[in-house]
């Protein structure tokens, strides 16, 4: 359970143990334990309503567990602020597109890096240097940010002008601009069409290859069997299954959750060959 | 349609930003204002642009909570009193130099606003609007009965103007420069604040906290900084206030002027570098030529303030902003391309 | 002993018609999730409604304060379907600007009408109790019992009734209300009306125990929101329970640093919770 364990990239490794949240009388994440492998693409999956995007919540310090803990390269993160946990390296993107609508493109990217500058009110008012310095890196890095995000010359478009799917790409912007170990995309892919999946798949794929850990809420099953090489799924706010995509597949349990265990038993059956049949055909198209 | 209010009042400031980027309509503005007084021998047209400066710096300084950072600041004339008073205490009483006494009484007013934040940033925004509104009226009240300090009901009297290397600054003219140059360092600090990266901070925190949270804006102690630059601005124009009119009492510290500020503010265009100016200037001449309804302008200024909220958020500046919107989709330059403040 | 049974008298007095205040605010603040600046207006009306009512008119106290109810009740839900409906969507500030608007109008309405001098209110029962060696005026007795009947009634219809339990389930919840179907905007002209009719009552309790001026209405504001804060924005039992923490910290407090700053104690009182424990005494379900 020591960062030092895992052999490869120990500052990156986020650990979370018996992690949960009760709201009033809800619990909506409960006991959930394990960890995220640096430098691989991770899935979240589940069931409507299995408690994902308050995990993601949880991971990204948007909310506080009311049981459990969180570590982050062997740091204790799990009481530490919002903005401090992105400061250590974890950022996220959430679920309805939240960017801010009636600023640019390139203003979005800006304030994504304002977590690594310190210019404050004094340096505003002198216009010190290091005012001018981190204004001009500032610029820079959400120039990077918004290429990596494939929104390259588009930086003075108004932000709340553009599609869906360009809008989803100005948040993941936003978050690559704090330069992040781990970025959190909750449900992406979500109200855009087919072809746009497939460009937001291929530019997820290549941050992670760039190196970044990358972990996703999705729905689209297709985008996760493609992307993902770790999956964990959850369900009523708890992890029932973990493992490769393939291993995952076949899981009884995550086919329970996800048909609800009414199913006739040839139902079922009939549903896992056809999940380890789509599997296979895909696996034979990811090697490609 | 709350997104085409927030859109037009927060890209008011992209408008106002290309008129800024070029220095000059303002330097123009300086220039004619600096003529003024040269040109129109009039005392009493001094008076009136002096107080519509004076009171600009108090709308400047609730423009930065208010049109930057989205926080109503109802405790903004009670500042503006504390440095008043801070600057007639210390010049009557103490016998200080107004040029120690001034900033002194800034100083004074951005740490007790320190302080304030200190305790009303750690609870939700609404219970921030009653806390200071509370605050507001504790400072009157406590103005008011602190009859040793402050004159109490009686106020305080005689506070001299201050003189400037052996200029009386006191004469018509004299204060008019003064008071000149006080805006012109304020409107240029401020638009300095608007295009930093602590400004771009506060306009994401107003756009949305969470999402300024989540983008890792350490949104508290952004909260702090404005506040110390809001409550300091007010003193500014509090302590300009006292020397001129000479006389203090604790009414114009109350929520009336807070409102009236307010009111200025919404008129001219919150968030907006032009707006504080404009809506003081428009609704002082207003004031002025109501002068014997003082007590009841707000019968008014209280539908004003509705029918602005409801129909016209973004006030003259927003209104100039959606002319120009209109006229340039109209030549056929796209309106999607927004200027960005020197990025 | 005398003094302390004497003040605990005024102070359950003065919590009962600060609980009807309160109660209308609470119940408001679950409809438009924002403080309502214009409440103190709504209470400050209802007093010189009932005052003008009783002296140009001489139309008895408790017909005066019945009319003031429904007249304010009436007024109230305007209010709503006029200001605040419109502005439902826009950010938080601007429905909070409007009330400022709306409570600074009535405050110099009430001085162009009435003049901005204070005004004495004469109660129906101008006797006095003798009992126990205390001294009880019949109003205060009148806002004991008054205040208990208006709760009661208030407590009937909000646990009992269809509407009323809506509007309960708004203010504690506004987002599992509509979730459960419950439409909001049409509740929302009746809990404002309900405030408006509560304010004029309390309003018209009190007055004949101090004065009715146009400033009555802001100190009230000061007083009534320190209690929602205190007791929990949305929170019924908490607006109760905090009207009488409050008004048992001014008349006991009123004691200790006079009369002149009794007002601002309950004020002093919430900026020392607020420090301790920002959330409030009272933590909300939402």
Known sequence: MLASDHPARPDVLLEFDDLGIRFGGNQAVQGVTGRITPGVITAIIGPNGAGKSTFFNLISGFYKPTSGRILFGGQDITKAPTHEVVRLGIARTFQTTTIYKELSVLENAVLGHRVRTNSGLWDALLGTGRERRQRAASTEAAHVALARAGLAGQEHTLAGNLTQEAQKRVSIAMALATEPKVLLLDEPAAGINPEETVNLTRTIRELAAGGLTVVLIEHKMSMIMTLADHIMVLHHGQKIAEGSPQQVSRDPAVIEAYLGGHAEPHVKQAATEELAAEQAQIQGGHHA | ?343 | ?286
């Open chain 3, 1 to 286: 002993m005398i003094l302390f049974l004497q003040q605990f008298i005024n102070a359950l007095s003065l919590g009962g018609a600060y609980s009807l205040v309160a109660l209308g605010l609470t119940l408001v603040y679950g409809v438009m999730r924002i403080p309502n600046f214009a409440h103190g207006g709504l209470y400050m009306v209802g007093a010189y409604l009932t005052w003008a009512l009783l002296s140009t008119l001489g139309v008895p106290y408790f017909f005066a304060l019945g009319i003031s109810a429904v007249v304010m009740a009436l007024f109230a839900a305007l209010l709503e379907r006029v200001v605040f409906y419109p502005l439902r969507a826009a950010p938080h500030i601007h429905p909070m600007i409007a009330a400022i608007g709306v409570l600074f109008f009535l405050e110099a309405g009430v001085q162009l009408i009435w003049g901005p001098d204070f005004k004495p209110m004469s109660s129906p029962f101008g006797g006095v109790i003798q009992a126990a060696g205390l001294t009880i005026t019949g109003q205060r007795v009148l806002i004991i019992a008054a205040s208990v009947v208006v709760m009661g009634v208030l407590y009937y219809f909000l646990k009992r009734t269809l509407v009323g339990s809506t509007i309960e389930a708004m203010a504690q919840n506004r987002e599992g209300a509509r979730l459960v179907g419950i439409n909001v905007n049409r509740v929302a002209a009746l809990t404002f009306g309900i405030s408006g009719a509560l304010a004029a009552i309390a309003a018209s309790l009190i007055a004949p125990t101090s004065l009715v001026s146009p400033s009555m209405g802001e100190v009230m504001n000061l007083k009534v929101f320190a209690i929602i804060v205190l007791g929990g924005m949305g929170s019924v039992p908490g607006a109760i329970v905090g009207a009488f923490l409050l008004a048992f910290a001014e008349t006991f407090g009123g004691v200790l640093v006079g009369t002149d700053f009794a007002d601002v104690v309950g004020f002093a009182l919430l900026v020392i919770v607020l420090v301790i424990k920002p959330q409030g005494l009272f933590r909300r379900t939402t």
């Open chain 2, 1 to 343: 349609m709350t997104n085409k209010l927030q859109q037009a009042a927060v890209s008011n400031t992209a408008a106002r930003r290309n008129v800024m980027q070029s220095g000059w309509p303002w330097l123009l503005v300086a220039v004619l204002a600096a003529l003024l007084p040269q040109v129109i021998h009039n005392t009493y047209i001094n008076d009136v642009a002096i107080n519509v400066m004076i009171w600009s710096v108090a709308a400047y300084g609730m423009n930065v909570m208010l049109g930057y950072a989205g926080l109503l600041p109802l405790a903004h004339a009670g500042f503006f009193g504390i440095g008043a008073y801070a600057v007639g205490i210390l010049t009557l009483k103490l016998g200080w130099n107004f040029w120690l006494a001034w900033p002194v009484g800034v100083l004074i007013c951005s740490l007790l606003g320190l302080l304030l934040g200190l305790i009303a940033f750690r609870t939700r925004d609404d219970v921030f609007a009653i806390l200071t509104l509370g605050i507001g009226v504790i400072i009157t009240q406590v103005i008011n009965k602190w009859d040793a300090l402050t004159g109490g009901n009686d106020g305080l009297n005689g506070v001299q103007p201050p003189q400037f290397f052996g200029i009386d600054m006191g004469k018509s003219a004299h204060f008019y420069y003064l008071t000149l140059v006080t805006l012109a360092v304020v409107i240029f600090l401020v638009a300095r604040v608007r295009n930093s990266l602590f400004g771009r901070s506060l306009i994401a925190i107003r756009g949305g906290e969470d999402l300024a949270r989540s983008a890792g804006i350490n949104v508290y102690t952004h909260k702090l900084r404005v506040m110390m630059l809001s409550t300091g601005l007010a003193g500014l124009a509090g302590g300009l206030y006292a020397v001129y009119i000479g006389f203090l009492g604790a009414a114009v510290t109350g929520p009336a002027t807070t409102f009236t500020i307010l009111l200025y503010l919404l008129v001219g265009g919150v968030g907006t570098l032009t707006g504080p100016l404009l809506g003081t200037l428009i609704i002082r001449v207003l004031q002025q030529s109501i002068q014997g309804l003082q007590d009841y302008q707000y019968i008014v200024f209280g539908p004003l303030l509705v029918v602005l909220v409801m129909f016209f958020p973004a006030g003259l500046a927003g209104i100039w902003t959606r002319v120009q919107a209109a006229r340039s989709a109209r030549i056929g330059q796209g309106s999607k391309e927004v200027q960005d403040a020197g990025v």
